[in-house]
């Protein structure tokens, strides 16, 4: 009896915990929602083309420095939140050191890898020489389309 109340009181705790959360689809059931799919450009497995852009360090790294330096990753970060805003940059981020001198990421919502191409070439830490950069198509889950909408709810206001 002690057991039954103990693993009764155990269920109710835990479904008071979860009240709050969407209720999950059933066993076998499909949580698949065709309007999202389709506005997030997936297709039948829930997956679209993008373009991976690795950057790297670049030609003139070392001799930019100061101010100059200081202007052209201002105008780096302007321009990702520009090619957010716009839908083109689906993700980035800087890479850890390594070997290689990869420096960062960027994964671009466009068709081509020529649109990434034009779109890398247009950051000023590319332009100035800091970095260099080589473009892949990438093959992904669409879900990375809500990336930028997510990151901004975890990004607490400038002050």
Request: glycine fraction near 8%; aromatic fraction near 8%; charged fraction near 20%.
């Amino acid at each position: 009896m002690m057991r039954a109340l103990i693993l009764a009181l155990t269920i109710a705790a835990g479904a008071c915990a979860t009240a709050q959360e969407a209720p999950a689809p059933a066993p076998g059931a499909s949580g698949y929602d065709p309007a999202l799919a389709q506005r997030l450009g997936a297709d039948e497995r829930g997956m679209r083309q993008y373009v991976l852009v690795i950057l790297k360090t670049g030609p003139r790294d070392s001799e930019i420095t100061g101010d100059a330096r200081a202007a052209a990753f201002e105008g780096h970060f302007a321009n990702m939140r520009r090619m957010a805003e716009a839908g083109q940059l689906v993700t980035a981020g800087p890479l850890s050191p390594n070997e290689r001198q990869y420096r960062g990421l960027y994964i671009f919502a466009v068709a081509t890898v020529a649109e990434a191409e034009a779109l890398a070439a247009s950051d000023p830490a590319v332009a100035a020489g800091i970095f260099a950069y080589e473009a892949f198509p990438w093959y992904g889950s669409a879900a990375l389309m809500e990336t930028p909408s997510i990151h901004e709810r975890l990004t607490p206001p400038a002050e």
